[in-house]
């Protein structure tokens, strides 16, 4: 599949959709930054460490929420106020991740990840986001 989208348009793609994603990160398969705030990489990079064999991570805390998805060639994760709707969210980044041109996975492993990754990412926001 052709990518339909560079990793930082697809960024702005979820953040156009909802007015509840915070900021966001696009990494490749081996983890390197393709797009976002630098200071969530590490963050992000955890998260998805936490569940390696999940194509969608989920958690969240009273001060809000991250989502990730993840393919064969990308992974997009997005931090969230406590209000975004997790179905809705892990939908959009499902659409992003497909037009990053990796196809999405056959079979969704939902995993759901602990409050203490969601805080790293949380204090880890750029102060303007």
Same mark, same amino acid.
Request: aromatic share 2%; hydrophobic share 55%; charged share 15%.
């Given at each position: ?13 979820? $953040? ?53 998805? $993840? ?15 997790? $179905? ?20 969704? $492993? ?20």
């Amino acid at each position: 599949m052709t990518a339909a989208l560079t990793p930082p348009l697809a960024l702005d793609y979820v $953040r156009e959709l909802s007015a509840d994603v915070l900021a966001g990160v696009v990494l490749d398969a081996e983890g390197a930054l393709l797009a976002g705030p630098a200071a969530l990489a590490e963050p992000a990079r955890a998260l998805l460490a936490a569940a390696p064999a999940a194509t969608e991570l989920e958690g969240a805390t009273p001060a809000g929420a991250a989502f990730a998805a $993840r393919d064969g060639k990308h992974a997009i994760v997005v931090v969230t106020g406590r209000f975004a709707l997790s $179905r809705v969210t892990r939908h959009d980044l499902r659409t992003a991740l497909s037009a990053l041109g990796g196809g999405a996975p056959r079979q969704t $492993r939902a995993a759901t990840v602990s409050p203490g990754a969601v805080s790293a990412l949380l204090e880890a926001l750029p102060r303007s986001a």
